[in-house]
C-alpha cells in the first residue's frame, strides 16, 4: 500500500529471517508497548523462541484462527497487525489488535493498515464482522478506530489481563454492510485527502497467544 508521504506499507507474515529486525524493534519499544499489550494472570511460563513464535503464527494462520502480519516499511519490521480470535459458522468474525514503533507514531500507518486488515477480512476471507478493544485510556487507537468509521458498542469491563490487573476496553466493530461493496482503505485515502489529522500507534490489544 502506498502512504502519502510515499513511502509503501506493506503487511506480511513474520519470517524466520527477520529475528535480528524483530529483536531490535521489540528491545526499542519496550516500554512504549508494555502499558498497553496483554498479559497472562498466571505465573509466567518458560519464553518461547523466535522461531517457536514464527512456527505458532504460522500454525494458527493455516488453520484459520488468526491472520498474522509484521508492518513492514522500507524492509524494516515497525509493527504488527493481527486478525486473531476468527470463528466462523454463524458468527464469521474476528478481531484486531495492532501497534507501531513510535518512532513512526501519528504517522497514520495503523490507520492504512488496519484498513487493509478489514478490507482481506471482508473481502478475502469472507468474515462479517471485525471488531477492535481499545483501554479507555489509549488516546491515539481510539483515534485510529474513529477515523476508520468504526461504530462504538460498549464497554468491556474488565476484558483483558494487562499489567497485573484486568482493564476495562471499550468495543468497536465494522460489519461487511457497514462497507457496503467499498474499500475501507480508498475510504481512509480519501479522507486524508480532505486534510485529516493523524491518529496512530499506540497498541490496541491482542490476545496473548
Do not use: C
Not at 529471517?17 to 499489550?37: C, F, G, I, T
Not at 504460522?58 to 470463528?87: K, S, T, Y
Not at 458468527?91 to 497514520?108: E, Q
Request: overall charge positive.
Amino acid at each position: 500500500m502506498r502512504h502519502e508521504d510515499g513511502f509503501d506499507v506493506v503487511l506480511r507474515a513474520l519470517r524466520t529471517r527477520d529475528r535480528s529486525d524483530w529483536d531490535h524493534v521489540r528491545v526499542a519499544n519496550e516500554q512504549w508497548l508494555r502499558p498497553w499489550e496483554a498479559t497472562s494472570p498466571l505465573p509466567p511460563a518458560a519464553r518461547s523462541s523466535f522461531r517457536q513464535l514464527v512456527r505458532h503464527y504460522d500454525r494458527e494462520g493455516r488453520e484459520g484462527r488468526m491472520q498474522p502480519f509484521v508492518i513492514d516499511v522500507g524492509g524494516r519490521i515497525v509493527g504488527q497487525m493481527h486478525l486473531f480470535g476468527i470463528a466462523w459458522g454463524g458468527l464469521r468474525g474476528g478481531a484486531a489488535g495492532y501497534w507501531v514503533a513510535r518512532r513512526l507514531a501519528g504517522r497514520g500507518i495503523a490507520p492504512l493498515g488496519l484498513a487493509a486488515l478489514v478490507d482481506h477480512a471482508i473481502y478475502g476471507l469472507g468474515l462479517h464482522r471485525v471488531e477492535v478493544n481499545i483501554r479507555p485510556e489509549n488516546v491515539a487507537s481510539l483515534q485510529v478506530v474513529r477515523k476508520l468509521g468504526f461504530r462504538e458498542e460498549g464497554l468491556r469491563q474488565r476484558y483483558l489481563h494487562i499489567g497485573g490487573d484486568w482493564r476495562d476496553h471499550r468495543s468497536f466493530a465494522l460489519i461487511a454492510e457497514d462497507l457496503a461493496g467499498t474499500s475501507l482503505v480508498e475510504r481512509f485515502r480519501r479522507a486524508q485527502s480532505r486534510g485529516p489529522s493523524h491518529g496512530d500507534a499506540r497498541p490496541a490489544p491482542e490476545s496473548t497467544a
